[in-house]
């Protein structure tokens, strides 16, 4: 018997109430009652909350073939279905051109076994209803076209949603509920549950984008720790073509895949498709003159291996969301509107709804008594104990505060216990992030113990994985097992609120692998890493409603966790491992263009870029300087801090050598200027990627934003083989709009000019010997 909770109504298409209008496929009209879509509503959970509909359904009068258009603030998509099979009719700009072959048949679940006997579904059409949900707080207006489908055979039922977005552009957002009406158990094989046939051009080429959870790719580690590869994938499309962006949540270094999106471009306009989720692919294959990019969710554990799991007698299975869309322009613009959409429709609601996010945060090096412009200070890995096993900490699990150099910091303020600490962190204005992991609890003896409550594998065993992510810690948490799910958020939820904590940083793997259990999962099932995600979403959406101001952080070994599922409980990501910024620079180059730049977060060690710290200084720049006034140790630092200041900051020294005044100036800098460009500004990446060698830099550019700051050029020269002085081609302006540039390193260089003047002819900057330079853009 697969240990499950009793069924949780996911929010879907229909509330409580809602009668929705749909039709048989003959045409007649029919009014469908709660009853009768009882199949849509009774997912066990579903992967993502999507808001419900709460305004009246539209009647739709169907006839076999006719099609709906879905429309969202620029482009629309059409749907019909023909023979049984839901086509994908259109897609692209209202009144542009189609990008779409015909009849692109989106994918259903193929495999179903009942009573042991494995059969493909044949699915039916039912009906389609389509409804309107009005703005509420936090959620954006939408327009729903719902698909119903059944092989009464079989016993299943099948929901298709397509939902639009209307005041935003940006991608259609599909899900599907699969729901079980059988007495008994089924197994499906659905293979891939979502696909689009597009129209490549002549010039067309994928871009997929690894992960880099550890480092960038092609970035040398001071240990000589090396990844091959760019980073950035851009493929020709030919008649051969297939590819498969996947991911994983395996918390090793940049061994989880790809980040789960491919584009389409083709220079002038492009298309593409992504997967909400922490485990499967997006896949792009040549067929019959298109390329289909389609999503499924195996060959993830090992290659070859599909996708299974159970669906419970009376129960349904939520297959993730999926995102498909089309865009006008090219990458740079494609991936804006995109990351635009994500940041105002499906980012955590702490995140958008306030304008002091995202944090600027610094490791608890200072205590509370950080400089101007720090917002958040954080207690890493091992406040709870002071022994080390094996080079990790023992008494994991526990989450009680045992390190003496903590408790030596609350002393120092007349305190005794974390909750007086998160008070008067409050107090000062501060927010309070503490590392915690989800492994079994350890005694000083580095062996499990029930000395400190039920959350250890003595106690429950059916909590806990078989995977130990390394040698001296805990076994990893199976948020597969629904008891398991239910202990963490009262014990969580209690930990954070006594204890006056706002932010919980995880960390190594809190999203499990693998798992020998049985839980809702198999053991060693292709299906842990999905239930356990489920589990984690169910986790994380209680501590966001019951703790007060919550925010999750989420690290995994560094990026291990940045995907686009995580994206939507996350206010940051940890963008790499490496804690080195040229790395972080390079990593953040490739990942901004899927992760909205508000949430890569950039913990870098000063150490790296401060030619004074010993051993530590990496890479190893040198500066044959003559003797005019330069500084070398200043210009590094200065690039090492505006590395941080391209995405969400995190300042640390690992040997503790602080300099206040860079921290403040930066801090400040991030929350006065920098901030506001991050979260609503347009990134374009204005030249190559970071190579160590060659000049690299970015752009923010926000013409419409009320600040006097419309944008900002960030230009980095991390060698003296690149020239004195580089020109880059602006992006983002208005074109009839006169600007003035500030040259923060070099005001004899400021100067007036218009957009036009910006983007066609460029600006140039010149930094001698090795530095940086930022250019403000005012009007």
């Given at each position: 018997m697969r240990r499950r909770k009793k069924p949780i109504l996911a929010l879907l298409l229909t509330t409580a109430t809602l009668i929705t209008a749909c039709s048989s496929p003959k045409g007649e009209t029919t009014m469908t009652t709660p009853e009768s879509t009882a199949s849509s509503t009774s997912a066990s959970t579903a992967p993502t909350t999507t808001p419900p509909a709460t305004s009246e359904p539209i009647e739709v009068p169907y006839a076999d073939g006719s099609e709906i258009t879905l429309t969202n603030k620029r482009d629309a998509i059409g749907l019909a279905v023909r023979g049984n099979e839901l086509i994908i009719t259109s897609l692209g700009a209202k009144q542009g051109e189609n990008r779409i072959v015909e009849n692109s048949v989106f994918a259903l679940p193929q495999t179903a076994t009942v009573d042991g006997v494995a059969t493909e579904p044949e699915w039916s059409f039912v009906?389609?209803?389509?409804?309107?949900?009005?703005?509420?707080?936090?959620?954006?207006?939408?327009?729903?076209?719902?698909?119903?489908?059944?092989?009464?055979?079989?016993?299943?039922?099948?929901?298709?949603?397509?939902?639009?977005?209307?005041?935003?552009?940006?991608?259609?957002?599909?899900?599907?509920?699969?729901?079980?009406?059988?007495?008994?158990?089924?197994?499906?094989?659905?293979?891939?549950?979502?696909?689009?046939?597009?129209?490549?051009?002549?010039?067309?080429?994928?871009?997929?984008?690894?992960?880099?959870?550890?480092?960038?790719?092609?970035?040398?580690?001071?240990?000589?720790?090396?990844?091959?590869?760019?980073?950035?994938?851009?493929?020709?499309?030919?008649?051969?073509?297939?590819?498969a962006a996947w991911v994983s949540t395996s918390q090793n270094f940049n061994s989880s895949g790809y980040l789960p999106m491919i584009y389409l471009d083709m220079a002038t306009h492009g298309a593409y498709a992504a997967l909400e989720w922490s485990a499967g692919r997006v896949t792009a294959c040549s067929i019959d003159g298109g390329l289909r990019l389609a999503v499924d969710m195996d060959n993830i554990v090992?290659?070859?291996?599909?996708?299974?799991?159970?669906?419970?007698?009376?129960?349904?299975?939520?297959?993730?969301?999926?995102y498909i869309g089309a865009y006008e322009g090219d990458l740079e613009s494609g991936s804006n509107e995109f990351k635009a959409w994500f940041f105002a429709c499906k980012a955590p609601k702490t995140l958008r709804a306030s304008e002091t996010e995202p944090q600027t945060q610094m490791d608890m090096q200072l205590g509370l008594d950080v400089p101007a412009g720090i917002e958040a200070i954080k207690w890493d890995y091992g406040w709870w104990s002071n022994d080390a096993l094996e080079g990790w900490k023992s008494l994991e699990g526990s989450w009680q505060l045992r390190n003496t150099d903590y408790l030596g910091v609350l002393g120092g303020y007349g305190l005794g216990t974390m909750a007086e600490f998160g008070e008067l962190a409050a107090e000062k204005g501060l927010s309070w992030t503490v590392y915690l992991l989800l492994h079994d609890t350890l005694g000083a003896d580095g062996n499990p113990t029930d000395e400190f409550g039920p959350?250890?594998?003595?106690?429950?065993?059916?909590?806990?994985?078989?995977?130990?992510?390394?040698?001296?810690?805990?076994?990893?948490?199976?948020?597969?097992?629904?008891e398991c799910v239910e202990y963490l958020k009262g014990a969580l939820a209690a930990f954070f609120t006594e204890n006056n904590v706002t932010t919980w940083r995880s960390d190594f793997e809190p999203i499990c692998m693998s798992s020998s259990r049985e839980n809702r999962h198999d053991p060693m099932g292709s299906d842990v890493m999905y239930w356990c995600t489920v589990g984690f979403s169910e986790l994380v959406d209680h501590l966001y409603a019951a703790v007060p101001g919550f925010r999750y952080e989420s690290c995994s070994s560094g990026g291990?966790?940045?995907?686009?599922?995580?994206?939507?409980?996350?206010?940051?990501?940890?963008?790499?491992?490496?804690?080195?910024?040229?790395?972080?620079?390079?990593?953040?180059?490739?990942?901004?263009?899927?992760?909205?730049?508000?949430?890569?977060?950039?913990?870098?060690?000063s150490d790296n870029f401060n030619p004074s710290a010993n051993g530590i200084f990496h890479p190893?720049?040198?500066?044959?300087?003559?003797?005019?006034?330069?500084?070398?140790?200043?210009?590094?630092?200065?690039?090492?801090?505006?590395?941080?200041?391209?995405?969400?900051?995190?300042?640390?020294?690992?040997?503790?050598?602080?300099?206040?005044a860079y921290y403040e100036e930066y801090g400040m800098m991030y929350t006065q200027k920098i901030r506001p460009l991050v979260r609503d500004g347009?990134?374009?990446?204005?030249?190559?990627?970071?190579?160590?060698?060659?000049?690299?830099?970015?752009?923010?550019?926000?013409?419409?934003?009320?600040?006097?700051?419309?944008?900002a050029v960030f230009l980095f020269k991390p060698s003296e083989e690149a020239g004195d002085s580089v020109t880059v081609q602006l992006r983002g302006l208005e074109r009839n709009t006169t600007y003035h540039l500030i040259f923060e390193d070099h005001p004899e260089a400021n100067y007036s000019a218009t957009g036009a003047e910006l983007m066609d002819g460029g600006v140039t900057a010149t930094v001698k010997y090795v530095g940086s330079e930022i250019i403000w853009i005012t009007e």
């Open positions: 009906g389609v209803a389509r409804m309107r949900a009005a703005a509420m707080i936090g959620m954006p207006s939408t327009e729903i076209a719902d698909y119903q489908f059944k092989d009464e055979a079989l016993g299943l039922s099948l929901s298709v949603s397509c939902r639009a977005y209307l005041d935003h552009a940006g991608p259609f957002e599909f899900q599907t509920v699969l729901t079980n009406k059988n007495d008994t158990d089924v197994r499906i094989d659905p293979a891939e549950f979502a696909s689009v046939t597009l129209v490549p051009g002549n010039t067309a080429e994928l871009v997929m984008i690894k992960k880099e959870s550890g480092m960038a790719e092609g970035y040398t580690h001071h240990d000589g720790q090396r990844f091959r590869g760019s980073g950035i994938y851009r493929i020709p499309v030919t008649d051969q073509t297939d590819e090992s290659r070859g291996r599909k996708f299974t799991t159970i669906v419970p007698a009376g129960e349904s299975f939520t297959f993730p969301n999926v959350f250890n594998s003595l106690t429950n065993p059916d909590w806990f994985s078989d995977r130990r992510v390394a040698d001296g810690m805990g076994l990893s948490a199976d948020l597969g097992n629904a291990s966790m940045k995907d686009l599922f995580t994206a939507t409980k996350a206010v940051v990501i940890n963008c790499d491992d490496a804690a080195n910024y040229l790395s972080m620079r390079t990593t953040f180059y490739d990942s901004s263009y899927v992760i909205h730049p508000a949430q890569l977060q950039l913990p870098c060690n190893k720049i040198s500066a044959d300087a003559a003797d005019d006034g330069y500084d070398f140790t200043d210009a590094m630092m200065d690039m090492g801090y505006r590395t941080l200041m391209l995405g969400v900051p995190m300042f640390s020294s690992w040997t503790g050598t602080i300099d206040r347009e990134l374009y990446h204005i030249l190559p990627r970071p190579d160590g060698v060659h000049w690299d830099g970015v752009m923010y550019a926000d013409p419409d934003s009320e600040n006097a700051i419309k944008g």
